[in-house]
Nanobody, 121 residues
Framework: QVRLVESGGGLVQPGGSLRLSCAAS????????MGWFRQAPGKEREFVAA????????SYSDSVKGRFTISRDNAKNTVYLQMNSLKPEDTAVYYC??????????????WGQGTQVTVSS
């Protein structure tokens, strides 16, 4: 059974940065794509970023492109989301997921419990 555990969330001022981590256990991490999604209160879950199993392919939503960077370390079974120039509208619970990749939640089989990111002055 795959287990995903996110960390690194918190409260940050607008314009600040955070780095989220997602540690995987219980499976062959390097065989699968990883994704980050987020869900704000009262809104549907939305795609943020994805990375291929090798790390050579990445994709981003238009709302975070140029500000967020997804990366992975297969030796550590960990995927990261570096978030820069944060805006209040980035406030959400952020989830990592493992699966076939891309921007659709249905493409992912395993999900973490989420970590809260709050951008506020």
């Amino acid at each position: 059974q795959v287990r995903l555990v996110e960390s690194g969330g918190g409260l940050v001022q607008p314009g600040g940065s955070l780095r989220l981590s997602c540690a995987a256990s219980g499976g062959t991490f390097s065989n699968y794509a990883m994704g980050w999604f987020r869900q704000a209160p009262g809104k549907e879950r939305e795609f943020v970023a994805a990375i291929s199993w090798s790390g050579t392919g990445t994709s981003y939503s238009d709302s975070v492109k140029g500000r967020f960077t997804i990366s992975r370390d297969n030796a550590k079974n960990t995927v990261y989301l570096q978030m820069n120039s944060l805006k209040p509208e980035d406030t959400a619970v952020y989830y990592c997921a493992q699966g076939r990749g891309g921007g659709r939640g249905r493409n992912y089989d395993y999900w973490g419990q989420g970590t809260q990111v709050t951008v506020s002055s």
